[in-house]
């Protein structure tokens, strides 16, 4: 289906171009006059009922009046047009349809009624849709410029292994232009629209196997269809084709917030930070990168360490680059020992700095390439970053020329061009060799490589724990869980709760051994602390009598209509730390589990790891390694460890909430989950279960 679909996207044997226009100056003629430009082999066939020809093409009055088969239809009528035009695609049995028109789900409500309509038009036939709104596809080999894009008219598009899917169609010529000008060759583009029907996701499946592309290009604004796209990455990986993501939305502004701490922490964009990891996408910061990342990436699989060794005939390039890659956390590591051997026994000296700065030495070919080979052969690196100065300007046989012919021993080469040095560039490119042209995209680069790693593993369903947790959840009502309750959820997952008792009247004793802790219980009252609704370090009965009184009237006062369901009483819990682990169901990529520092502060520091759910033990270990305020109970500077394996446990735990029926839970968390010393466990004190909407239908 997959081959089929790649083959009437961007092989198609007859396009109709349905209201094709005779006057170049409309947006209407580019299709015809592109397709013929690029020397498209196929038939085009021009739909417009008021011209017989149209640029010395056959017209015809509608598609039903053409007798030839189509395998696409690009739609270029008004929007009140569209639906009859679609219609007549479904009697003529078009497969792929393409609908450049706008006025659809981006005006609005009244418009997405209109799109709405469209796709249950097409389903109904069996037709598949790209768009509305989208400005077409280009494809180099075979020859298919399919778009009303007027940089096709202007640039002359180079053949090459890149592909770009992207749901900007204006940017799907900024992205063409920029790629053109650092002397890369594109197989294919393609605009989405509105992907009403076909997205991203589908049509980059659809290029893991065409020939032509070696890597994928992604320019998102927002996930859609992410199972689609998940198994397109997945796939890719395994066909060893990089995938590689420009994301817009970093920025929280406009976000809403789920109900508990876990919805803020995890937003939109730290969840798709968290799909593109698990599925293999590499995600890059600088857009230049999309172009000049691929070839850091292509032929590699991720790699197990990250060590950076650095040589340069430019100190300061090279400290632009390295002080960059100190801020990421990235390691540079200095030239082995047996480097330093190796070379004197050459005649060639470095020193033990962790930049090998050849800027006075580095002037003759055979030094600067008996470091570079000699630092690809070592074990000590698993990537060299070569900086060049003027050299790269003025004299690319000793600056790109060893790059060029070096053994990479399977290793990765970054080379950061401080001058303005096109012929070197381009010579770096014809060799498949990774050009930067600024310190902070090749920072970036070595950070996406860093960072990539293969699609994570799903563990299976843990069916006893889940049985018994999702007997508890039938049994509760309403929309929220209180802690008592959700935290006999938690248990049933296998993370230990805090001894624990209701209490419905402040002078009922209770069997919980002192100190302890006091709470409104309430499945409406979600922050407990900021409504005075928790008291600690209770010494005693009459204590305890006296301030769970003093509490139901705070309570009574500040949240009047709040269901109650009495005190929870529970046992002081002490431990070495306080973490925050939540679940939640995002409505783009799915369940995520969250852990990060705990308590009230938890919103403020978002020190936190996030991964799809579930997750296995390996992968939680992973979790506790990432969030640096945990470093103080992974034996920081001595102090004493903490049980970050039963944390690891707890965190996979959690994460087999994904497992449960969709419409099952929202949001889940607990704040705080107490770690104690290692091998004494860990135990759940405060939580929270928000069920999703229609849960209970």
Request: proline share 6%; charged share 20%; net charge neutral.
């Amino acid at each position: 289906m997959t081959t089929n679909l790649a083959q009437l996207l961007f092989a198609p044997r007859t396009i109709a171009l349905i209201g094709a226009s005779g006057d170049p100056k409309k947006y209407t003629s580019r299709p015809q006059r592109f397709l013929r430009q690029y020397k498209y082999p196929g038939k085009i066939i021009p739909v417009n009922p008021g011209r017989d020809e149209v640029l010395g093409e056959k017209a015809y009055p509608n598609i039903l009046a053409v007798p030839d088969e189509i395998d696409h239809a690009f739609i270029m009528v008004p929007t009140d047009a569209v639906e009859a035009a679609l219609v007549q695609c479904v009697e003529k049995k078009v497969p792929i349809v393409t609908i450049y028109s706008d006025g659809f789900a981006e005006t609005g409500a009244e418009g997405r009624i209109k799109q709405e309509k469209l796709v249950a038009i097409a389903k109904k036939g069996g037709v598949r849709l790209i768009g509305p709104n989208c400005i077409g596809l280009f494809s180099s080999r075979p020859s298919c410029a399919l778009s009303v894009n007027a940089v096709l008219e202007k640039l002359d598009v180079t053949p090459g292994p890149l592909a770009i899917v992207s749901q900007s169609g204006s940017m799907m010529g900024g992205l063409l232009s920029r790629g053109l000008g650092r002397g890369v060759g594109f197989s294919k583009l393609i605009s989405v629209g509105n992907e009403c029907d076909l997205g991203v996701g589908e049509i980059a499946a659809c290029l893991v196997d065409d020939p032509h592309t070696e890597a994928i290009l992604l320019f998102m604004e927002t996930i859609r269809g992410a199972e689609h796209l998940a198994r397109a990455a997945r796939a890719a990986h395994a066909a060893g084709k990089p995938m590689i993501v420009y994301k817009l939305g970093r920025s929280s502004v406009g976000q809403d917030l789920a109900a508990s701490h876990t919805g803020a922490l995890a937003g939109d964009d730290a969840v798709a930070d968290a799909f593109f990891r698990a599925h293999g996408i590499v995600r890059v910061e600088t857009l230049e990168n999309l172009f000049e990342l691929p070839p850091l990436l292509r032929g590699q699989q991720p790699a197990r360490r990250h060590r950076v060794a650095v040589m340069t005939t430019t100190g300061g390039g090279a400290a632009a680059v390295a002080d960059r890659l100190g801020t990421l956390g990235i390691d540079v590591v200095a030239p082995s020992q047996a480097v330093i051997d190796t070379l004197a026994q050459k005649n060639i000296k470095i020193s033990g700095a962790r930049l090998t700065d050849l800027t006075l030495a580095g002037a003759k070919k055979e030094i600067y390439s008996g470091v570079l080979n000699a630092l690809l052969a070592s074990d000590h690196c698993d990537m060299v970053l070569a900086v060049a100065g003027s050299s790269a300007q003025f004299q690319p046989e000793v600056a790109i020329e060893p790059l060029v012919e070096a053994d990479r021993h399977g290793k990765p080469i970054a080379v950061f061009l401080a001058p303005h040095a096109e012929a070197s560039l381009k010579l770096l490119a014809e060799n498949n060799l990774a050009g930067f042209r600024t310190p902070e995209a090749c920072a970036d680069a070595i950070r996406a490589w860093r960072d990539w790693v293969a699609p994570a593993h799903m563990p299976a369903p843990d069916t006893v724990r889940l049985n018994a947790a999702a007997a508890l959840l039938k049994s509760m009502p309403g929309k929220t869980v209180n802690e008592y309750d959700a935290c006999k959820v938690f248990g049933a997952l296998g993370i230990a709760p805090a001894q624990s008792e209701v209490i419905t009247d402040p002078a009922q004793k209770t069997n919980v051994g002192f100190p302890v802790v006091a709470k409104i219980l309430s499945p409406d009252i979600l922050h407990k602390t900021d409504a005075g609704g928790v008291a600690l370090n209770i010494a005693d009965a009459n204590q305890l009598a006296s301030t769970a009184k003093q509490i139901l009237e705070r309570i009574g006062k500040s949240h009047p209509h709040a269901k109650l369901n009495g005190i929870l009483v529970q046992r002081m819990e002490k431990g070495l730390a306080e973490v925050i682990l939540g679940f939640r169901r995002d409505s783009q990529v799915g369940p995520a589990v969250v852990l990060g520092v705990g308590g009230i502060l938890a919103e403020i520091y978002k020190d936190v790891s996030i991964r799809l759910a579930p997750v296995d033990v390996d992968t939680a270990r992973g979790m506790v390694e990432e969030v640096q305020g945990l470093a103080v109970i992974r034996g920081y500077r001595g102090l004493p460890r903490g049980d970050c394996e039963a944390l690891a446990q707890a965190v996979a735990a959690m994460s087999q909430l994904a497992c449960l029926p969709e419409r099952t839970v929202a949001e889940a968390e607990i704040n705080p989950l107490i770690v104690k010393a290692e091998g004494q466990g860990v135990v759940a004190v405060d939580g929270l279960i928000v069920f999703a909407e229609n849960a209970r239908s």
